[in-house]
Nanobody, 124 residues
Framework: QVQLVESGGGLVQAGGSLRLSCAVSGTISTIGAMGWYRQAPGKQRELVAT???????NYADSVKGRFTISRDNAKNTVYLQMNSLKPEDTAVYYC??????????????????WGQGTQVTVSS
């Protein structure tokens, strides 16, 4: 099985910064694309940023120029540096990883591996 554990959320004032981390663990063969998503109360989960295994990145328009996604392949960890935070960034942030892992019987690739989420609250 694969486990994703996020950390780094919290309460910050508008204009402040936070850095989220997500560590992927398990008997893993490869990790492809990784990403961050968020879900605000009453809204659907939306993409924030993704990064391929080769380092290519993609961002939602609402966070371009403020957020930076990165990864450490040796540590199976993805990061999200969030600067110039706004109240509208308030949400639960989830990480996602496309991983090939050993089930105990066979190797399996699964794209929808999710963490438990970490709360980010930006006060005005």
């Amino acid at each position: 099985q694969v486990q994703l554990v996020e950390s780094g959320g919290g309460l910050v004032q508008a204009g402040g910064s936070l850095r989220l981390s997500c560590a992927v663990s398990g008997t893993i063969s490869t990790i492809g694309a990784m990403g961050w998503y968020r879900q605000a109360p009453g809204k659907q989960r939306e993409l924030v940023a993704t990064i391929t295994s080769g380092g290519s990145t993609n961002y939602a328009d609402s966070v371009k120029g403020r957020f930076t996604i990165s990864r450490d392949n040796a540590k199976n960890t993805v990061y999200l540096q969030m600067n110039s935070l706004k109240p509208e960034d308030t949400a639960v942030y989830y990480c996602n990883a496309d991983a090939t892992y050993y089930t105990g019987i066979t190797w399996r690739r699964r794209a929808d591996n999710w963490g438990q989420g970490t709360q980010v609250t930006v006060s005005s």
